[in-house]
């Protein structure tokens, strides 16, 4: 029997992770640690409560004596490293947050799962989840291939890419069994309105401004939150250890055609007359620092592993404007309080 560690397992692609491995193999014990930040919500896994093989622990992956006794009382074989700070706006504004979630966190999670596999490491994996993002800016041309250089260029993925070296010092120092996976862009259901497109499916429903930053040229390559779920189930059970993968859509699409599209398909959807949503798009100051081009060549993990996309983006993007639309409660309650003070720091001045 397995006894699976999921960090962030509250969050938008943990708890995609957490349903699948619940569901997918019920002879694990899978244990779901979340600090329960504005990111984390229990809403998100509240269909795998019942699920004996699930377990929900709440604390903080930078708490090493916390850390320290959760592995001593549950003697976990694998971990699955997904807590983080993920918005590149907020790490703009807050850098030693990113500092402190996801470089200190991440080595005190590896410090903990060391102390505890004292010795014994054979049958023992941490996989730690990253982002292309480490790999910095494509021009017009070429993708990120597993060897490309690291070349992060916001807070948020120089505090990834920090966290990939450490992940890769340990196993080299330490012997850790390590797995690293880089994915591109995702989006679905239960992701947090910060991000592009569900801010933008928010704020289309409700009328209100859609902001585009820049001139909307910046490119990602969109990936649908369930597949990179399957693809980390991949990488874990076939992937080779010590070795890294790069997970993306083949799916490159530039910010002012992915909102337009979603303007098209929400008026329908919402009865209005084509072309009503597009004249909520508004172009707004530019990030700081923004990374021009993302776009992720996952020839590896399908040759080696044989994992593909299993939809295309237009369907998936019907079944997450779906979800938003019928998950009207679970939206309200995001959107108020804290993410409201945000919303207007980040966006109203
Ligand atoms: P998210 O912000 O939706 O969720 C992060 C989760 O981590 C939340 O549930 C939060 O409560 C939890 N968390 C934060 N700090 C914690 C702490 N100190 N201790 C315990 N839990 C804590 O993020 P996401 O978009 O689901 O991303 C998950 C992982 O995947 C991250 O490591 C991110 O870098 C990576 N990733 C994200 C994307 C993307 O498009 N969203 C793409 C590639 C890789
Ligand atoms: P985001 O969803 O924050 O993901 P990331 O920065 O990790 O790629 O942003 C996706 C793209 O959309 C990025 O180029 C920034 C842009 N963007 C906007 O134009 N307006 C917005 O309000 C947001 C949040 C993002």
């Not at 910095?136 to 990834?160: M, V």
Request: hydrophobic share 35%; charged share 25%.
């Amino acid at each position: 029997m397995r006894k699976i560690l999921i960090t962030g397992g509250a969050g938008f692609i943990g708890s995609h992770v957490v349903r699948l491995f619940t569901n997918k193999y019920p002879d694990y014990q899978i244990f779901n640690l979340d600090k329960l930040t504005y990111a984390g919500n229990l809403e998100n896994v509240r269909d795998l409560e019942e699920a004996e093989n699930y377990h929900f622990v709440k604390g903080d992956i930078t708490d090493a004596a916390f850390l320290k006794e959760l592995f001593s009382k549950h003697q976990f074989d694998s971990v699955i490293h997904l807590a983080a700070e993920s918005h590149v706006d907020r790490s703009i504004s807050e850098p030693l947050a990113f500092v402190t979630t996801n470089v200190v966190g991440t080595v005190s999670l590896m410090n903990a799962a060391m102390e505890s596999w004292a010795g014994n490491m054979g049958g023992k994996l941490f996989h730690h989840i990253s982002t292309d993002e480490v790999f910095g800016s494509l021009g017009e041309e070429d993708f990120f291939l597993e060897t490309t250089a690291y070349d992060p260029q916001s807070p948020y993925s120089a505090s990834k890419a920090s966290s990939d070296h450490f992940v890769r010092a340990y196993a080299n120092t330490y012997k850790l069994p390590v797995l690293v996976s880089n994915c591109s862009n995702n989006y679905g259901p239960n992701q947090f309105p910060e991000k592009l497109l569900p801010l933008c499916i928010n704020n289309i429903k409700h009328n209100k401004p859609l902001p585009i930053y820049g001139k909307g040229e910046n490119v990602r390559d969109w990936l649908y939150v369930v597949d990179h779920a399957r693809a980390i189930d991949y990488i874990f059970h076939k992937g080779k250890v010590g070795d890294t993968y790069n997970i993306g859509g083949f799916n490159e699409w530039k910010n002012i055609d992915v909102v337009k599209l979603l303007c098209d398909i929400m008026d329908r959807k919402l009865g209005r007359s084509e072309g009503t949503s597009q004249k909520l798009i508004t172009y707004v100051t530019d990030r700081a620092g923004h990374d021009l081009r993302y776009a992720i060549d996952a020839s590896k993990i399908q040759k080696e592993l044989g994992w593909e996309p299993s939809l295309q983006f237009e369907a998936g993007l019907e079944l997450t404007i779906d979800w938003y639309l019928e998950n009207v409660e679970w939206l309200e309650n995001v959107t108020s309080g804290a993410y409201a003070q945000y919303y207007s720091k980040q966006y109203d001045s």
